[in-house]
């Protein structure tokens, strides 16, 4: 099952082609229904029936041809998206690092996409099949709403290569059980950031149950005044989204940080 994943629009075209013959007279034009009608009747039946399609003899031969058009659209389009799924599988499980230099290459391009893809699909069916507490069904089905966009567009070619090259980075980290240097690429690629405003809210949120871990980075900025400060950033990971909030206010920035639950796992940076 290929999650959400929505097919592309294809553009349509007309089932037969007229073309004009040159006359000395104006000639009324030939609608479309005209040149749908000029189709035989006994063709006709025999696609609609190849097609698993029934009509009975009072329906009308145009109805007929619209819906014979969109059974071959809708046909054909199943035959596309079933040779791209056995391009997909054909493609090796485990992501080469050394592809990312050459993204400018389609082929590789493609390659990294598609290997993204097929990580992203298998690890939401393991997820399917071992359902738990900590990472409910409910939490499975909104993940699922949240990536239909991205594995279209790894499907369509459609992502910016930098983008391709940080999840393709993540993904191999992933492979080779690296999960301190795939937190970082995720921390910075942010699927999934909500910025906080709100310090209460940000100290609500950090007390959920599926916040784990926490990572506070202290950086020195200037004001518009020219003088000197440090603004400290914090940020939460939750099961769906990365919670971000920046306090510019040192001591406020000490009693948020005191606030947080003891059970939290705090990096500081």
């Not at 079933?82 to 054909?90: A, S």
């Not at 980290?173 to 950031?193: H, R």
């Not at 020195?220 to 989204?241: C, D, E, L, M, W």
Request: a neutral charge.
């Amino acid at each position: 099952m290929d999650f959400g994943d929505e097919e592309a629009a294809e553009a349509s075209k007309s089932i037969t082609e007229t073309s004009a013959v040159p006359d000395a007279s104006p000639q009324p034009q030939e609608t479309e229904t005209d040149a749908l009608l000029e189709i035989n009747d006994e063709k006709l039946q025999q696609s609609l029936q190849t097609l698993d399609k029934e009509f009975d003899d009072s329906t009308l031969k145009v109805e007929k041809l619209k819906t014979l058009e969109i059974l071959v659209k809708q046909e054909r389009k199943e035959a596309q998206y079933l040779e791209f799924l056995k391009e997909e599988n054909e493609v090796p499980d485990s992501i080469d690092p050394a592809d990312a230099a050459h993204i400018s290459d389609p082929k590789v391009y493609r390659r990294l996409c598609l290997q993204i893809r097929k990580f992203l699909k298998v690890s939401l069916n393991g997820w399917q099949s071992n359902i738990s507490d900590q990472f409910p069904q409910s939490v499975l089905q909104e993940s699922k709403k949240d990536l239909v966009k991205l594995l279209y567009k790894l499907r369509s070619g459609k992502l910016q290569p930098n983008m391709v090259i940080t999840l393709s980075t993540i993904v191999h980290d992933i492979q080779m059980e690296q999960f301190t240097k795939a937190n970082e690429s995720y921390m910075k690629l942010s699927i999934g950031n909500k910025e906080i405003k709100d310090i209460k809210e940000f100290v609500e949120l950090a007390r959920r149950a599926d916040i784990k871990s926490a990572v506070v980075k202290v950086n020195k900025k200037i004001n518009a005044n020219g003088k000197p400060f440090k603004q400290t950033k914090f940020k939460v990971r939750g099961s769906r989204y990365q919670y971000t909030l920046v306090v510019n206010d040192v001591s406020k920035a000490k009693k948020l940080q005191q606030s947080l639950p003891p059970s939290l796992e705090i990096k500081t940076l």
